[in-house]
């Protein structure tokens, strides 16, 4: 089993329709959603620098990337739950079915992207009697806070 870290959410409706991942190598995995049950099941291809930096210039039809990938003519069947992302089993071109894959013609349009990463801060006002409870709210979500002191912010990492 192979685990993954998201890196960028490139399409978002709902639940994460695409997104960059990197395993512990930090070899690139394009995942896109096929099936949401208990679980959400991607299909995932795995991408060179170049290859990637080519898809996100909008210069690779996502179709033919899992259609041709880089690597032994595998893809990785990735399951997200609980917020652990593993690649569980590797699949052959003969495994996939036609409503796992993208459609013909998907050219990533950077413009479009979900402004979102694994790695964004945000930074808000927060009136000095409201910072403990904003604290305590964010670390009951999971969300690492750096108060800073004699200061009405809050960063939230």
């Not at 896109?32 to 049950?37: I, P, S, V």
């Not at 930096?53 to 032994?72: H, M, W």
């Not at 079915?97 to 990533?108: A, C, N, S």
Request: one cysteine or more.
């Amino acid at each position: 089993m192979i685990q993954l870290t998201a890196k960028q959410i490139l399409e978002y409706y709902d639940v994460p329709q695409l997104f960059l991942a990197t395993d512990t190598m930090s070899s690139n995995y394009i995942c896109m959603l096929y099936n949401k049950n208990d679980a959400y099941d991607y299909l995932a291809v795995k991408m060179s620098d170049l290859r990637l930096r080519t898809f996100l210039d909008g210069k690779l039809d996502l179709r033919a990337a899992y259609l041709s990938p880089e690597q032994d003519d595998t893809l990785y069947h990735v399951t997200v739950k609980n917020e652990v992302i593993s690649a569980d089993c590797l699949l052959k071109q003969s495994d996939i079915t036609e409503d796992m894959l993208p459609e013909v013609g998907f050219y990533f349009d950077n413009s479009d992207a979900v402004e979102y990463s694994m790695t964004d801060s945000l930074q808000i006002d927060i009136p000095v009697k409201d910072r403990g409870f904003v604290a305590e709210m964010a670390k009951r979500m999971g969300w690492p806070t750096k108060i800073l002191s004699h200061s009405k912010r809050i960063a939230v990492l």
